[in-house]
């Protein structure tokens, strides 16, 4: 199938070009994609799905044009060949669009396991129903099991461009996640876990459900705290999602379009000395990993906040045609169905070398936030923050009781830099990872 659909991608071009283009590219992926959902140790939903086509760019002069078919056959690439040449003729001249020549060379890398594929569908439900049986035997106050899931799928890539450009790529990844409420009287809380790994070995549905478990049971008996000044400790997953905010604002294409809060900040301090955030396409074992990104630029390993210091921006080719510099690498691309955008591969803040444990413990009086709610509503362009929060308050380095009911706020900036701890515990939550962070100081609102 992949040299079929390389003869295609080539043969697109090639059209495109005999058809007036002064410049074309083609863009196919062959993806599968299977979901097993369990309920109480019976399989609730089984997904097969499959998607397979080819997106096509083309360029007259200063305006491009963009079309996409899901049928591969000679007459249906030609006809979207024809739909992108008059999607062009509609198009504002722009002379910064152009296409990446062929690198001299790309990152090796594994991203297939077999052992994904040869894993029996029956084998990935008992990984299901385990994780589902773990979590229920966890602790009895578990009442209600939302989701058990397993999910893995696969993908072709061939991107053929009219300058010579001519790579391709297999790619696999595998991932479960669970849900599930735990009761007490009227009361109950949630609790999840997730794991997505380019490796079948790497998942641990034993771990993932008592982890989910303990996350419920450890909130229940949760009341509202005092309205003051703490330090915070922001748990892996609560601090991968802040990287939200800042991948947006890290874009270049934001930048230019003056939506980013670090625009015109470069070799500027932006964050404390302890943080140095990276976005790393060619990481081992990245979920986001690949050997070249949506347009066949070779991916990267771009440090984008050192030691507190910004040091640039992720760019496509056209964002970086705009500032005459080099693509990082970053022009994301999640569907032949799609033009390649700014976006980030595996981005993550680096680990510290303090443990959770060290960090917590030299805490007399904190917030340890295991949950934010409202993450969309954070202003990317000011930074500006107000979120609810729940957790459990630290008193004389120990955790001690669960709060609800919560509120912090304030700014990514000035979030940044006031950390004083990093912990050693790096986590991935698909393409976003984070270590345990500490805030010397944020504003939490209460009771």
Same mark, same amino acid.
């Given at each position: ?91 504002? &001249?722009? &002379?910064?669009?152009? %296409? ?28 299901? *129903?385990?994780?589902?049986? +773990? ?12 989701? =058990? ?6 993908? +072709?890539?061939?991107?053929?461009? =009219? ?25 109950? *809380? ?7 790994? %380019? ?43 802040? %990287? ?11 930048? *230019? ?16 000395? *302890? ?15 690949? &050997? ?17 210091? %910004? ?105 940044? =830099? ?30």
């Amino acid at each position: 199938m992949p040299a079929k659909i390389k003869n295609c991608a080539e043969n697109a071009v090639q059209k495109a070009l005999g058809l007036g283009a002064s410049m074309a590219e083609a863009y196919a992926s062959n993806s599968r994609e299977l979901v097993i959902e369990v309920r109480n140790g019976e399989v609730e939903t089984m997904k097969l799905a499959g998607d397979r086509g080819m997106g096509i760019r083309v360029f007259t002069g200063a305006r491009a044009g963009f079309a996409y078919t899901t049928d591969l056959r000679d007459s249906a690439v030609e006809e979207a060949v024809r739909q992108a040449l008059a999607n062009a003729t509609c198009a504002e &001249p722009d &002379p910064h669009r152009l %296409l990446p020549q062929p690198a001299p060379f790309y990152p090796e890398m594994n991203l297939y396991d077999p052992r994904i594929k040869a894993a029996t569908v029956e084998e990935k439900i008992v990984m299901a *129903q385990e994780m589902e049986n +773990e979590a229920r035997a966890y602790d009895q106050r578990v009442s209600i099991i939302e989701s =058990s899931t397993y999910q893995d799928g696969e993908v +072709e890539v061939t991107l053929v461009n =009219s300058h010579g450009l001519s790579v391709e790529y297999t790619g696999g990844y595998c991932g479960m996640y669970i849900a599930l409420v735990a009761g007490k009287g009227e009361e109950s *809380q949630t609790g999840f876990a997730l794991s997505y790994s %380019l490796r079948l070995e790497d998942l641990d549905p034993i771990r993932l459900g008592r982890l989910a478990a303990s996350r419920a049971v450890r909130m229940l008996g949760a009341k509202p705290g005092v309205t003051q000044q703490a330090t915070v400790v922001l748990e892996p997953y609560v601090a991968a999602g802040f %990287l939200g905010m800042l991948a947006h604002a890290l874009s270049a294409e934001a930048v *230019q379009k003056g939506r980013s809060l670090f625009a015109g900040k470069v070799d500027e301090k932006v964050a404390s000395p *302890q943080i140095n955030v990276v976005d790393d396409g060619t990481l081992a074992n990245g979920i986001s990993s690949a &050997p070249f990104d949506g347009e066949g630029v070779p991916t990267s390993r771009t440090v984008l906040i050192k030691e507190g210091i %910004l040091q640039g921006y992720l760019h496509n080719t056209y964002t970086a045609a705009k500032d005459g510099v080099q693509s990082t690498g970053n022009g994301v691309r999640g569907t032949f169905k799609a033009t390649p955008e700014v976006g980030i591969t595996n981005f993550f803040i680096e680990p510290g070398g303090k443990t959770p444990e060290e960090i917590i413990k030299e805490i007399d009086n904190g917030f340890y936030v295991t949950e934010v709610m409202g993450l969309h509503t954070a202003n990317p362009i000011s930074g500006d923050f107000s979120f609810g929060a729940a957790g459990l308050w630290i008193e004389n380095g120990r955790l001690t009781r669960p709060v609800r009911g919560m509120a912090i706020a304030g700014n990514i900036v000035e979030l940044l =830099s006031n950390v004083d701890a990093v912990g050693s515990d790096l986590e991935f939550f698909g393409s976003k990872g984070a270590p345990t962070i500490r805030i010397s100081r944020l504003s939490i609102s209460g009771q």
